[in-house]
């Protein structure tokens, strides 16, 4: 697995799991009891969870009907894997991001902008089942 920065334009696709940053996808079935989800977090060097990803899955389990109960999940969840903040480098990654999108004129998700620039900042692989990544630059990703 390739780590870090590459040519603008690179995108590499790994499958083998190294320092992975999990996308909000990917979460959700980890926390729906998915084994192979599951397998690839204990076989990954070190998983982290994005700020922004946490945002949205306390949003679901707002609108859930099981709500404390799914409020437990992502709380046991966040206890093993580390949680990764926005900070004012990530901001700075993220205008960088959100712009060569506009230029390309693939506009994506926000949130999914703000995981990817955590990614970036900290050199991770992000795990997702979202294609949309692969068309941010000089990101690393591992597909579900």
């Known amino acids: 697995m390739t780590c870090g920065k590459r040519s603008r334009s690179a995108v590499a696709w790994t499958s083998v799991p190294g320092k992975l940053l999990l996308d909000t ?3 959700i079935e980890m926390l729906a009891g998915d084994a192979a989800a599951q397998r690839t977090a204990v076989d990954a060097e070190q998983v982290f969870v994005p700020v922004t990803a946490l945002g949205e899955l306390l949003f679901g389990a707002e609108k859930s009907q099981r709500r404390e109960a799914e409020i437990a999940k992502i709380e046991a969840l966040v206890a093993i894997y580390p949680l990764l903040p926005c900070l004012e480098e990530t901001a700075y990654q993220y205008g960088e991001i959100r712009d060569h ?11 999914d902008i703000w995981i990817a620039a955590i990614a970036q900042q900290h050199d991770l692989t992000v795990a997702t089942r979202d294609a949309h990544f692969q068309w941010i ?3 690393d990703l591992l597909a579900w």
Do not use: A, E, H, Y
Request: proline share 12%.
């Open 101 to 111: 999108l506009r230029q390309k004129g693939r506009p994506i998700p926000d949130n």
């Open 137 to 139: 630059d000089d990101l």
């Open 25 to 27: 996808s990917v979460i």
